[in-house]
């Protein structure tokens, strides 16, 4: 997986973060399709496992 371009927060950096992790989402579909999972319902697994995480990293979680 490819960093930052740039060590400090600059314009782009979410956006080169997304293009960073998208392979391995890619490849996480690709898994769970091999696995019988249909790749919308990964994918909307997928969502819902990053927001809860979201919340997890961000203390927002309710459940906490």
Sequence with gaps: MNGP???NK???R????QDAV???IINL???AEKAGWDRVEAAKAIVNV???IHMGE???DPEE
């Design 5 to 7: 371009k740039h060590d």
């Design 22 to 24: 998208a392979a391995g």
């Design 50 to 52: 990053a927001i809860g």
């Design 29 to 31: 579909l690709d898994e």
């Design 14 to 17: 979410a956006i080169d973060c």
């Design 58 to 60: 961000t203390g927002t």
């Design 10 to 12: 600059y314009a782009d």
